[in-house]
Structures are given as C-alpha cells and as structure tokens.
C-alpha cells in the first residue's frame, strides 16, 4: 500500500485524524498489536462511507475497528486502513419504542438507555463490552438471548453496492461491513 498517497488524499478531505503507523495497541482492549500503516477516524458517516467507497474504488486493503474488545493484532501490524467507527456513528435515536443506534455506539451505554426508556430486551446486554457493530458481527449474548432477538433490520454499507437496508433475517451478510443499525425492541 503507497501510504504517502493515502495519507495525502484523506488529509484533503478534512474528515478527522488521519495518522500514519498508529499502534493499535491505543485501540484493543488487550492493549497489544502493532501499527496500522492508516489509522482513520472520520468525524461523520458521510466522511465514513466517503472513505469506504475511496478505498474499495482503489483496492485498498481496510479493516473496521469498533472497540477493539474482540481482535487480537500481530506485533506486526496491519498493512491497512484501520478506519474507526467510534466518533462518526454514535447517535441514539429512541422513537416509540424502536431505538436506532449506530454502530460505533457502545453496547453496555445502548442497554442502559434502552432501560431508561422502559425498554425491555437489551438486559442480556448490560455487560458486553464493544460496539453494537461489533456485537451485531458475532451475534452476541448472554443470559439465553442474542442479538438477533432484538434486531428489526440494519442498514449496512457492502462493497460494490454501497448502502442498503438488511431486513434481520438476512443477518448473516452483515459481517461484510455494517453502519446503521436498527434495533426494535418489543
Ligand atoms: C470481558 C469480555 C466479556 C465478553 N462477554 C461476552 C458475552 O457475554 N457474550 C458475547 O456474545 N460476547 C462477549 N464478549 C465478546 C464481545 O461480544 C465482543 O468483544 C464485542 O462484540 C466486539 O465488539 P467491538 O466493537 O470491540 O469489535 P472489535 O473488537 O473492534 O471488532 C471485532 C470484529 O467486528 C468487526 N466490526 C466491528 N465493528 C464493525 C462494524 N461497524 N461494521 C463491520 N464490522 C465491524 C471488526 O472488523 C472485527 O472483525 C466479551 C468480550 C470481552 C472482552
């Protein structure tokens, strides 16, 4: 990967830090891993789907990072784009009683607002630590519930085809890359 030309071109663009050999050691829970050759976090979706629709145009190697709770990274590191969702998709949106959250937003924070608003469903969720986008990856859960018991549909990003809604049944293919997801919760 030319790593000058990268950096170059996403510091254009005004969308966040943009950091070159970043240990990402900063960002796993396991405090280990060497540096990512690209390290993004950009400030919006708009700025996010705007650097996944540049590096799969170009072929460039990427890989999403949430919390870093669930990824083990050589010494070596990672010749990649390490794009981050942790600043852009954080918004909660609560509407009757279907919440929307994106998927850099915290699963423990999302079950504590869920339980705020008198919510059932999320408990399971109380202590997993990571990301929605990262629990919705793996499926995760606790306590005899799972993900896919409280996921209406989720709007993901796919290479090749950009942005489209998942209705949950077809939850499988969310492991390619995932932005907004819904959660409706009985
Ligand atoms: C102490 C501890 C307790 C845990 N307990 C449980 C438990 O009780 N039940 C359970 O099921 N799990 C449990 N887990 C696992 C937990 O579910 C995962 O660690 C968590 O879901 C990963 O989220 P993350 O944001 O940290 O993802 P990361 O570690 O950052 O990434 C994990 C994977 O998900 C991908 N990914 C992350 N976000 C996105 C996104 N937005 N779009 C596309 N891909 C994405 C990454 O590319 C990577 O492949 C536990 C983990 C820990 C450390």
């Given at each position: 990967m030319n790593a000058t030309m990268v950096i170059d071109e996403l510091r254009e663009w005004d969308i966040g830090p943009v950091i070159e050999n970043e240990p990402l050691s900063r960002h796993t829970s396991f405090r280990i891993g060497g540096p990512a050759t690209v390290y993004v976090q950009p400030h919006s979706e708009t700025d996010l789907i705007r650097v996944l629709n540049w590096v799969e145009a170009q072929k460039i190697p990427y890989f999403i990072l949430g919390q870093g709770t669930n990824v083990l990274v050589s010494?070596?590191?990672?010749d990649a784009v390490v794009i981050s969702t942790s600043r852009a998709l954080r918004e909660i949106r609560l509407e009757g009683t279907r919440m929307t959250a994106g998927s850099g937003v915290l699963l423990t924070k999302l079950a504590h607002k869920a339980h705020q608003a008198n919510?059932?469903?999320?408990?399971?969720?109380?202590?997993?630590?990571?990301?929605l986008g990262g629990a919705l990856v793996m499926n995760a859960g606790a306590h005899g519930s799972e993900m896919r018991h409280v996921v209406d549909s989720m709007l993901i990003w796919e290479p090749g085809t950009g942005l489209r809604m998942l209705d949950a049944s077809e939850a499988g293919l969310i492991v390619k890359a995932s932005l907004w997801n819904g959660i409706g919760l009985p």
């Amino acid at each position: 990967m030319n790593a000058t030309m990268v950096i170059d071109e996403l510091r254009e663009w005004d969308i966040g830090p943009v950091i070159e050999n970043e240990p990402l050691s900063r960002h796993t829970s396991f405090r280990i891993g060497g540096p990512a050759t690209v390290y993004v976090q950009p400030h919006s979706e708009t700025d996010l789907i705007r650097v996944l629709n540049w590096v799969e145009a170009q072929k460039i190697p990427y890989f999403i990072l949430g919390q870093g709770t669930n990824v083990l990274v050589s010494d070596r590191g990672l010749d990649a784009v390490v794009i981050s969702t942790s600043r852009a998709l954080r918004e909660i949106r609560l509407e009757g009683t279907r919440m929307t959250a994106g998927s850099g937003v915290l699963l423990t924070k999302l079950a504590h607002k869920a339980h705020q608003a008198n919510l059932k469903g999320l408990e399971f969720a109380i202590s997993i630590p990571g990301t929605l986008g990262g629990a919705l990856v793996m499926n995760a859960g606790a306590h005899g519930s799972e993900m896919r018991h409280v996921v209406d549909s989720m709007l993901i990003w796919e290479p090749g085809t950009g942005l489209r809604m998942l209705d949950a049944s077809e939850a499988g293919l969310i492991v390619k890359a995932s932005l907004w997801n819904g959660i409706g919760l009985p």
